[in-house]
Nanobody, 130 residues
Framework: VQLQASGGGLVQSGGSLRLSCVAS????????IAWFRQAPGKEREEIAC????????YYIDSVKDRFTISRDEPKNTVYLQMNNLKPDDTAVYYCATNLLGARCFWPKEGRPPITDFGNWGPGTLVTVSS
């Protein structure tokens, strides 16, 4: 069962996009949900996470104050609002469930293994032109 990420596109530097992550066959209520991105030639990296238990949000430094993760439980959807986009934000964006439960695991250094996440979908491409 996959999550469906959508909302990507081509935008100029400084522009905005809102990505959506929808689960059609199961409820997201019990999971922390993370957004990842993978730029060409780079590893997939977790950039934001929102806990289910308390709605707490976490971001990597490079997107903090520009990106906002949120969830709409009645719509079974998690969003990623991206403002002030930069060319370095160009990547395929994915959402995934935290298989370990309702809380994000956000250590001060390093990121949890990608195997802690599941229900990957095909992702959505974001291209930011300079």
């Amino acid at each position: 069962v996959q999550l469906q990420a959508s909302g990507g596109g081509l935008v100029q530097s400084g522009g905005s996009l809102r990505l959506s992550c929808v689960a059609s066959r199961f409820t997201l209520d019990f999971y922390a949900i993370a957004w990842f991105r993978q730029a060409p030639g780079k590893e997939r990296e977790e950039i934001a996470c929102i806990s289910s238990s308390d709605g707490k949000q976490y971001y990597i430094d490079s997107v903090k104050d520009r990106f906002t993760i949120s969830r709409d439980e009645p719509k079974n959807t998690v969003y990623l609002q991206m403002n002030n986009l930069k060319p370095d934000d160009t990547a395929v964006y994915y959402c995934a469930t935290n298989l370990l439960g309702a809380r994000c695991f956000w250590p001060k250094e390093g990121r949890p293994p990608i195997t802690d996440f599941g229900n990957w979908g095909p992702g959505t491409l974001v291209t930011v032109s300079s």
